[in-house]
């Protein structure tokens, strides 16, 4: 997989001018290494500040206050793709989702009126983790094996499979919705008579197995030539490898028929589900790390989910930093992965972790590049800290590039 190879900034919150010369690697662990002072926090805010179109910065983090006509962020990769983000466009992210993770922790000032005096009270608080910005429509397909198998002759209904579960699957569905070929149409002239000429000779599929392998292999060359069917039979023969071609071929026909005019629909069905996997995820992870007496847990609050830290003064520093950075890490799995490409940017969060919740941290991080690389997907993790990495080298950070 490509390396990432450099990083440029210009005219963000304290960068003048950076250029950064690296070697990073997807899916293992990178880290930037600066002294205090040196622009690691100003190069996060590059990133975190980048929406689906531009460079977008508030007015707070331009460089000295000023409004600049070339503040810019540019990655660079071995195989001389390079990617840029200005005030105009973001080439960013037509092709890299990008997340960054900093510390929650700020000043909350409270008022209390004693009598004539109006007393002011600051505390440390940690800010609230959005997880999502808005929950999903709660969306079901309405699928039904048995309405799907009376649009079928009898003597073919029995052959095709339940797939109520599949279409209950958010990584069932994530599959289809990434593949255009299966939603296009296979009832025109020009797909209709393969198909029907398929289910028509499937009945003869039950003769003698010297008969039966003649009869199906002439069945499976003629349906072959239905693009949309080959293609979810791609994905059926993944999910169900020891069904056969015949059965997937059968089963695809039925998915193609159910999807037609509903990718909407599903997608919407999949958001959902995925909203649900994370919900559960989380609060199946932190009863684990929580060790407060607070039960932080993932709620909805005016349809956003959210999860609420207690604040500084009322746990130790260590709870709250191992538990704000792993909820952070299930935030960006949720936002991150529908493209090729992640970055993903940890400020300066790994340096304030004690030996234990540094362990923590690095078996949920790899976690999330283990599931990156398993799908064939690259995540730039790029850790930044003004330590010595040497110090993060234990448990499973055996290995990473700076």
Same mark, same amino acid.
Request: aromatic share 8%; net charge neutral.
């Given at each position: 997989?490509?390396?990432?190879?450099?990083?440029?900034?210009?005219?963000?919150?304290?960068?003048?001018?950076?250029?950064?010369?690296?070697?990073?690697?997807?899916?293992?662990?990178?880290?930037?290494?600066?002294?205090?002072?040196?622009?690691?926090?100003?190069?996060?805010?590059?990133?975190?500040?980048?929406?689906?179109? #531009?460079?977008?910065?508030?007015?707070? !983090?331009?460089?000295?206050?000023? /409004?600049?006509?070339?503040?810019? &962020?540019? +990655?660079?990769?071995?195989?001389?793709?390079? @990617?840029?983000?200005?005030?105009?466009?973001?080439?960013?992210?037509?092709?890299? %989702?990008?997340?960054?993770? #900093?510390?929650?922790?700020?000043?909350?000032?409270?008022?209390?009126?004693?009598?004539?005096?109006?007393?002011?009270?600051?505390?440390?608080?940690?800010?609230?983790?959005?997880?999502?910005?808005?929950?999903?429509?709660?969306?079901?397909? %309405?699928? $039904?094996?048995?309405?799907?198998?009376?649009?079928?002759? =009898?003597?073919?209904?029995?052959?095709?499979?339940?797939?109520?579960?599949?279409?209950? =699957?958010?990584?069932?569905?994530?599959?289809?919705?990434?593949? /255009?070929?299966?939603? #296009?149409?296979?009832?025109?002239?020009?797909?209709?008579?393969?198909?029907?000429?398929? @289910?028509?000779?499937?009945? @003869?599929?039950?003769?003698?197995?010297? /008969?039966?392998?003649?009869?199906?292999?002439?069945?499976?060359?003629?349906?072959?030539?239905?693009?949309?069917?080959?293609?979810?039979?791609?994905?059926?023969?993944?999910?169900?490898?020891?069904?056969?071609?015949?059965?997937? *071929?059968?089963?695809?026909?039925?998915?193609?028929?159910?999807?037609?005019?509903?990718?909407?629909?599903?997608?919407?069905?999949?958001? *959902?589900?995925?909203?649900?996997? +994370?919900?559960?995820?989380?609060?199946?992870?932190?009863?684990?790390? !929580?060790?407060t007496r607070f039960k932080v847990r993932a709620h909805v609050e005016k349809s956003q989910l959210v999860v609420d830290f207690p604040?500084?003064?009322?746990?130790?520093?260590?709870?709250?930093? +191992?538990?704000?950075?792993?909820? =952070?890490?299930?935030?960006?799995?949720?936002?991150?992965?529908?493209?090729?490409? $992640? &970055?993903?940017?940890?400020?300066?969060?790994? /340096?304030? &972790?004690?030996?234990?919740?540094?362990?923590?941290?690095?078996?949920?991080?790899?976690?999330l590049m283990k599931q990156f690389k398993d799908a064939g997907k690259s995540i730039y993790v790029v850790i930044l800290t003004h330590?010595?990495?040497?110090?993060?080298?234990?448990?499973?950070?055996?290995?990473?590039?700076?």
């Amino acid at each position: 997989m490509t390396r990432m190879v450099g990083i440029t900034c210009k005219h963000v919150k304290g960068i003048e001018s950076l250029d950064v010369h690296c070697d990073f690697h997807p899916n293992k662990p990178n880290f930037l290494v600066a002294p205090n002072g040196s622009g690691k926090s100003s190069l996060a805010t590059a990133f975190a500040s980048l929406n689906s179109r #531009r460079l977008n910065l508030a007015d707070g !983090d331009r460089y000295n206050g000023e /409004d600049w006509d070339d503040c810019s &962020l540019t +990655v660079s990769f071995e195989n001389g793709e390079t @990617l840029s983000a200005s005030a105009d466009l973001n080439e960013i992210a037509k092709v890299a %989702d990008v997340q960054v993770i #900093r510390s929650g922790l700020y000043a909350n000032m409270t008022n209390r009126r004693v009598g004539p005096r109006v007393l002011s009270q600051t505390k440390m608080s940690v800010q609230r983790c959005v997880l999502y910005d808005k929950v999903p429509r709660n969306v079901r397909l %309405d699928y $039904s094996i048995k309405t799907e198998r009376e649009k079928y002759p =009898s003597c073919i209904r029995g052959k095709m499979d339940n797939l109520a579960q599949e279409f209950k =699957s958010y990584r069932f569905l994530n599959e289809l919705l990434c593949c /255009d070929e299966a939603f #296009r149409p296979t009832k025109g002239a020009r797909y209709d008579a393969a198909v029907k000429g398929f @289910l028509n000779n499937a009945p @003869l599929f039950e003769v003698s197995d010297d /008969d039966k392998s003649a009869c199906e292999k002439e069945a499976v060359e003629a349906i072959a030539s239905v693009k949309p069917l080959v293609a979810i039979k791609e994905i059926l023969d993944r999910w169900f490898p020891g069904k056969g071609d015949v059965s997937n *071929y059968l089963n695809a026909i039925q998915i193609n028929r159910f999807i037609d005019g509903k990718r909407g629909e599903i997608r919407e069905a999949c958001a *959902y589900l995925r909203y649900c996997e +994370v919900k559960r995820g989380i609060n199946d992870m932190l009863p684990l790390l !929580d060790r407060t007496r607070f039960k932080v847990r993932a709620h909805v609050e005016k349809s956003q989910l959210v999860v609420d830290f207690p604040d500084w003064d009322d746990a130790s520093n260590g709870e709250i930093d +191992v538990l704000q950075l792993c909820v =952070s890490l299930f935030r960006a799995r949720a936002k991150l992965g529908e493209k090729e490409k $992640s &970055l993903l940017i940890i400020d300066e969060v790994f /340096d304030y &972790l004690d030996d234990a919740n540094l362990l923590v941290a690095q078996h949920f991080l790899l976690e999330l590049m283990k599931q990156f690389k398993d799908a064939g997907k690259s995540i730039y993790v790029v850790i930044l800290t003004h330590l010595d990495p040497s110090q993060f080298k234990s448990f499973r950070f055996k290995k990473f590039h700076t």
